[in-house]
């Protein structure tokens, strides 16, 4: 029992002092209304999907309250620790809707209702958790109620909150589940980095933020399509990026981009080589890495870019570079947080402005598709010397936090990321 109380009492601390904060959504520049946004916590992984009129109310305590919300405590959770089910009793200092929380000891949210709550005790029993640690948050029209709970029992994790007493309707059902009410609450501690990205139409648009006060998350939607496939943006510094890897066969006027199997692709028998791939050939990967192109391809007068993007240079790939300090951390910072795509530790990606960058492998010189989730490479428009074989691109590697510019066999298959025209 003691190994648990310690456990318990760590997180408890760390979160203590965080704060609440509620965060709107507005759109500007080719649309100014929102349709959706997902909310993304890079840290913990937790995210949402809100409609773009919704409130996001960021929980900084996990469920415990800051001290404007809980004098006087009126939530008692009986008993506790408990066995196969617990008594949930409310007294709200003010009549009104209210939501009802279950998150686990990480902070994930496992179930929620809302209610309409009288000025008076009412009763919830809560059953269905497994053996461990729960925090209950009760939120209501300007107060807050949270307490702990210790399971002892086993179920099979169906949760379930039903009335007792009083004339509440309790809606039973999964937070997906749940009818959109307009504000839905989001876990998260001190210095945590939110993520998200916004819909509207055929736009979207990310920006990341550390968040430190309520405020409005402002998305400058922007035209990006090829026809086809409609691109995320970014805006880093004074430069807008794709926030995802090209997906396109055609060039801007219609023309298909060719591919071809490796025993034809050899820099001796065939030149000026123009071709596209689906990574190892299977569609699927599309969808995640985008496709990998030649240089030849990608730099051929018919664009492969949509209408008002283009190939960065090299000078253009330096100009983001220097604003995310230098080389060496810059790869951190483009990164896709966590090891869903990249192999094993990802070093240090935190994924600083919603860039995202993906480990799409490549085609090598001799035709074989390697490296797909160890590194992401990027062509620039620039070439080295006046040979025709050779080309720039940076690298990024699962192992490593520092992007590298290099330039190699311009046949080669990789990856494209476009940045928009000034």
Not at 3 to 16: D, E, M, R, S
Not at 326 to 354: C, M, P
Request: glycine share 10%; charged share 20%.
């Amino acid at each position: 029992m003691k190994k648990i109380l310690f456990l318990i009492t760590i997180p408890l601390a760390v979160t203590a002092n965080a704060q609440n904060y509620f965060i709107t959504f507005a759109g500007t520049g080719a649309a100014n209304t929102v349709d959706s946004v997902k909310v993304e916590n890079l840290r913990s992984g937790i995210s949402l999907t809100l409609k773009g009129g919704d409130i996001l109310h960021l929980t900084g305590t996990v469920g415990i309250p800051s001290s404007e919300y809980d004098k006087p405590v009126k939530l008692k959770i009986y008993p506790n620790p408990s066995k196969d089910y617990s008594m949930i009793d409310i007294s709200p200092s003010v009549a009104g809707e209210a939501i009802i929380t279950v998150f686990d000891m990480t902070g994930r949210q496992l179930f929620q209702t809302q209610n309409y709550l009288d000025k008076s005790g009412q009763e919830f029993r809560l059953s269905g958790l497994n053996n461990g640690f729960y925090l209950i948050n009760v939120r209501g029209n300007n107060y807050q109620y949270s307490g702990k709970l210790l399971c002892t029992g086993q179920s099979d994790g169906t949760l379930s909150i039903e009335k007792v007493s009083n004339n509440i309707e309790v809606l039973d059902e999964k937070p997906s589940e749940i009818e959109n009410k307009g504000s839905w609450s989001m876990p998260m501690l001190d210095g945590d980095r939110l993520k998200y990205t916004g819909y509207s139409g055929n736009y979207g648009t990310v920006v990341t933020d550390v968040p430190s006060k309520d405020g409005t998350v402002v998305f400058a939607f922007i035209p990006c399509d090829d026809g086809i496939h409609h691109y995320l943006i970014v805006k880093i510094g004074t430069q807008i990026w794709m926030a995802e890897n090209l997906k396109t066969t055609k060039y801007n006027n219609g023309d298909l981009i060719g591919t071809t199997t490796p025993a034809t692709l050899d820099i001796h028998s065939e030149t000026n080589q123009k071709y596209q791939w689906a990574y190892d050939g299977n569609e699927s990967n599309v969808a995640t890495y985008g496709r990998l192109y030649t240089w030849y391809a990608i730099t051929d007068s018919r664009k492969v870019c949509p209408t008002g993007w283009h190939i960065p240079n090299n000078a253009e790939w330096a100009t983001l570079i220097d604003y995310l300090d230098g080389a060496g951390t810059a790869g951190s910072k483009l990164k896709e947080v966590g090891t869903r795509h990249w192999f094993s530790q990802n070093e240090d990606a935190i994924d600083e402005y919603g860039f995202t960058a993906l480990p799409g492998g490549d085609k090598s010189w001799n035709g074989i598709f390697e490296s797909i989730g160890i590194s992401g490479y990027w062509w620039s428009s620039s070439a080295e010397g006046t040979n025709n074989y050779y080309a720039w691109y940076q690298i990024l590697r699962f192992n490593e936090s520092l992007i590298k510019s290099v330039y190699n066999w311009d046949y080669y298959g990789l990856s494209v990321r476009c940045i928009k025209d000034n």
